[in-house]
């Protein structure tokens, strides 16, 4: 298991969706530069993480993160200040 520190966030990166509520086809570059996630766990020094911070949660989270891979899958390790949206 990995758990976050601090005010990091732990995201695993969320399935490209190329189709639209209302059955469009979107190109696949259409999500390509948007780093969309799914929170997996955030440290406990996260200020937002009663409220908005979530696990499971989909947020939209900046350039400024870690890659890593562990027992085979890729997470991404973020501040909590590099997370910009929830996607409700």
Known sequence: MI?????????????ENNLTTSGIILDASYNKD???GKIIN???KC???KEFLKDNNKV????????????NETFY???E???FAIIK
């Not at 758990?3 to 399935?15: G, P, R, S, Y």
């Not at 993160?65 to 562990?70: A, Q």
């Open 3 to 15: 758990k976050a520190t601090f005010k990091n966030v732990i995201l695993k990166k969320a399935e």
């Open 34 to 36: 948007l780093n969309i």
């Open 42 to 44: 955030i440290g406990e």
């Open 47 to 49: 200020e937002l993480n």
């Open 60 to 71: 939209i989270f900046g350039n400024n993160f870690k890659k890593i891979t562990y027992n």
């Open 77 to 79: 390790i973020v501040n």
């Open 81 to 83: 200040e590099e997370i």
